[in-house]
């Protein structure tokens, strides 16, 4: 498995702590062990032009997930995650943890949507959400 974090944004990010983490996730999602996974952290300007364009909803947001497909080397492509560095600060603050454990949580959950889990429904973002701190516990990043 082979996640790639790219920072877009100003604030300092633990690229590699992330990508450890990402690739965790994907392995305990079953993920193909060739699949790769590309994570992009921006600002809140950059996310809303995509969730404008692809949701079309012209607000920010925290996370989106872009599932692929087979990608030009012929490995499979789980897709891309962009998480919004700015909404995530502001998450954590609100929820009183820290700004990388807010940002491994929307990884972790851009992940899970790209493996099936969906949250439209009360009952689904309680499932999702607790999978999602299960993972976090389970790879040190609850904190």
Known sequence: MAATVANRQRRRIRR???????????????????????VVIGDDAWIQELNRKYRKKDRPTDVLAFPQDVGPSGHPLLGDVAVSAETAARQA???????????ALLVTHGILHLTGWEDSTAVQR??????????????????
């Not at 983490?21 to 060739?34: Q, S």
């Not at 999978?131 to 904190?143: H, N, Q, S, T, Y």
């Open 16 to 38: 590699r702590w992330l990508e450890q983490i990402a690739e965790a996730v994907m392995e305990a999602e079953g993920c193909r062990p060739e699949a790769e996974l590309s």
């Open 126 to 143: 309680e499932r999702m959400l607790a999978r999602a701190e299960a993972l976090l516990v389970k790879f040190g990043a609850e904190g």
């Open 93 to 103: 603050g609100e929820l009183g943890h820290s700004f990388e454990r807010e940002l």
